[in-house]
């Protein structure tokens, strides 16, 4: 299950960058629009049937790459939380979209972006290693205490007149 969707990609990096990437066609055939109005299944019937396959192929290379980096992320959270994670906090929406965002770029990857794909790695390295929490216990929601706190002990175990002689 991806931990992020094609929207949420378009939205955290710009539609015709990654239009121009996930397009295999020559010519290419899908534009930014296009793309965004695949991805919110909205009616293509304006574009030719030639446009409407290419969007259709852009929209499968998003999703495998999407499919791509939440399997990544499974593997590191594996150790420590039950996988996939039902509700993911923010910042794995964030990282998975980086990391599809790597895995769009293939054999073309910029140096920002295998930066930010290495932030991210390294991100779960320390997750997986226990050094950082995603957060409170993601499979259940805090439960409230209900009762008071009391304390209880023994007698006093040293004191003045029990420790005569001692020194």
Do not use: W
């Not at 930066?115 to 950082?132: N, Q, W």
Request: hydrophobic fraction near 50%; proline fraction near 4%.
């Amino acid at each position: 299950m991806p931990y992020a969707t094609a929207i949420e990609l378009l939205d955290r990096f710009s539609a015709e960058e990654l239009a121009q990437r996930v397009d295999r066609s020559i010519p290419r055939l899908v534009s930014a629009e296009l793309l965004r109005a695949a991805a919110n299944g909205e009616d293509l019937s304006s574009y030719t049937a030639g446009e409407q396959v290419a969007a259709l192929a852009a929209l499968a290379v998003i999703a495998q790459a999407l499919t791509d980096a939440a399997s990544t992320i499974d593997g590191y959270l594996a150790g420590r939380q039950a996988v996939p994670l039902a509700s993911p906090p923010v910042v794995i929406k964030r990282l998975a979209c980086d990391m599809a965002r790597y895995f769009i770029y293939d054999d073309q990857v910029t140096e920002v972006i295998q930066k930010r794909h290495d932030a991210a790695l390294a991100f779960f390295r320390e997750v997986a290693a226990g050094r950082v929490s995603l957060g409170a216990d993601l499979g259940a929601a805090a439960q409230p205490s209900g009762g008071s706190v009391e304390m209880v002990t023994d007698a006093t175990a040293f004191g003045r007149k029990a420790s005569t002689g001692f020194i």
